[in-house]
């Protein structure tokens, strides 16, 4: 059954959702030659078997030695398992049998530390270990990706002809490239999520005010946003939303988003990004916003519990219509939000950027996410071409967006109001208008807290007309 001889481009470790489709594109679009290796070996003989068209160029292997030797040197090995322990298991199992020179790459989501972390622990080898971002989810893995390349630049080189053919491409132009050294790869991938978590929460919170401040039935709300995606909204999430709310469930014949329960599941990157955009001091609010309301929406018990001493949501009195004027409203209102979303993230990355020394290409980064994963958009050829611009120091004030925030804050504003007067929640949408208000604000509230930390702290405080560092003699409270 088995077959040897070092015939296989490069190797594949993990045979789940991602790692069995990126097999398959390597072979399909890339046309290499790919060794198929898994804890649970049949899954690897049954890749290979449900896609007899690529067979011949999928060798399904049963141990790793047996990969090893089915692999051309210098060998290429794409870890695509579930993040942290397994991926340290596999790194500790696959290291011994690879040479100086030999690529590792860990393709699944990883917490960029961790990435930092096994990069040092590998580098004494000669081997090279790469953190890899891959986004678009199971049909990115299989047709397209966006992909976010860390690691030394050198290896990039020689990873670019393996990478490219099976990449996403936007207008013809591949959407993968070397990002920075080390853990940058997976810190741009886990910042593209925490952004992903963001817009997803947003157009929730949109379809709420829909379903419960003015009535709609979800196949009329999917009619909205699939309208709204042929506007400035045009978005594959918004694209989704149209079709998962048009959807119907052949089992009861009700909406499908009817019947599902109102529990999300969460992975870790949308929390990583949350945790390294508050080590860096960077407030990513909505995103902040978004990770919290999964957190809340998993306590499904208590939120049923508190409907029945509270009163559920929807007070009467709901200003929200579904008219020309309420509907422009609210989707000028989301994009507005959105683009605050987008700006914090972006935030985050330029400050990891100089922090940890990587120079990111943020106009790069924002062509590679245009196509191939889960939040592609032509905004992002937007955000791409602000930064090619000229230097920008917050997304926010960059020229071509300054208007759109000016055209948008007044709608954001009445939504948000309405919402919170209707008891409707929308922590992403209050998020990003909060996070405007004060951004946009030249005097703002924490000479106060200045204050207070110098009285109970001797923490000192700067004056507004002179230089220097000062501590007051308070009152003694
Ligand atoms: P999956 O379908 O659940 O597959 C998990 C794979 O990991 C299987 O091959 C499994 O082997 C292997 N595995 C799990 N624990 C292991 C262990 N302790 N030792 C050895 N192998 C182990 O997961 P997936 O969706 O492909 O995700 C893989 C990675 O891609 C994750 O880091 C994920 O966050 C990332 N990712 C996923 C998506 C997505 O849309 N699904 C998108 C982007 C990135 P067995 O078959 O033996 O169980």
């Not at 000669?126 to 966006?146: I, Q, T």
């Not at 918004?238 to 909406?255: A, K, S, Y």
Request: glycine fraction near 12%; aromatic fraction near 6%.
């Amino acid at each position: 059954m088995s077959e040897t001889g070092a015939r296989a481009d490069l190797g594949v470790l993990g045979m789940g959702t991602m790692g069995a489709n990126l097999a398959l594109n390597f072979a399909d679009n890339g046309g290499f030659t790919v060794a198929l290796g898994n804890r649970t070996v049949e899954k690897s003989y049954g890749v290979r078997d449900s896609n007899p068209d690529l067979a011949p160029r999928l060798v399904p292997t049963d141990s790793i030695e047996h990969m090893i030797q089915t692999l051309k040197s210098p060998r290429v090995v794409v870890i695509m398992v579930n993040a942290g322990q397994p991926v340290d298991d596999q790194i500790a199992l696959v290291l011994p049998h690879l040479d100086k020179g030999d690529i590792l790459i860990d393709a699944g989501n990883a917490d960029f530390n961790d990435t930092v972390r096994r990069e040092a622990a590998v580098r004494p080898t000669g081997v090279h270990f790469v953190g890899m971002g891959v986004s678009g989810g199971e049909e990115g893995a299989r047709h397209g990706p966006s992909i976010m390349v860390g690691g030394d630049r050198a290896v990039w080189e020689r990873l670019k002809p393996l990478l490219e053919p099976i990449s996403a491409k936007y207008e013809g132009v591949p959407c993968v490239d070397w990002l920075g050294e080390g853990g940058a790869g997976h810190f741009v991938k886990t910042l593209h999520n925490g952004i992903e978590y963001a817009d997803m929460q947003m157009i929730a919170e949109v379809y709420g005010i829909l379903r419960d401040g003015v009535g709609l039935k979800a196949g009329a709300i999917g009619d909205i946003f699939a309208d709204w995606n042929t506007r400035g909204l045009s978005s594959y999430l918004v694209e989704i939303t149209g079709v998962t709310l048009r959807e119907t469930d052949p089992d009861t014949g009700q909406p499908m988003v009817d019947v599902i329960v109102d529990e999300a599941g969460q992975k870790g990157t949308g929390r990583w990004s949350v945790i390294e955009a508050q080590k860096l001091g960077i407030g990513a609010t909505t995103l902040e916003a978004a990770v919290s309301a999964r957190g809340v929406s998993s306590r499904r018990r208590e939120r049923a519990e508190a409907a029945r001493v509270f009163g559920d949501i929807a007070l009467p009195g709901a200003q929200f219509h579904a008219d020309r004027d309420g509907l422009g409203e609210l989707e000028s209102a989301l994009e507005c939000a959105k683009l605050i979303a987008y700006a914090q993230g972006y935030a985050t990355l330029a400050e990891a950027s100089r922090e940890f020394g990587w120079n990111l290409p943020l106009g790069t980064i924002a062509r590679i996410w245009r196509a191939g994963c889960i939040i592609r958009s032509a905004f992002l050829d937007d955000i791409a071409q602000a930064y090619e611009a000229g230097e920008v120091v917050n997304l926010l004030q960059a020229p071509s967006f300054r208007d759109r925030i000016e055209a948008g804050q007044a709608n954001l504003r009445r939504v948000v109001a309405k919402a919170a007067l209707a008891g409707l929640p929308v922590p992403a949408l209050s998020a990003a208008l909060s996070y405007f208000d004060d951004y946009r604000r030249a005097r703002g509230t924490t000479n106060l807290t200045q204050a207070q930390r110098d009285l109970f702290g001797a923490h000192t405080f700067h004056r507004l007309d002179r230089e220097g560092t000062f501590h007051h003699r308070w009152p003694q409270v």
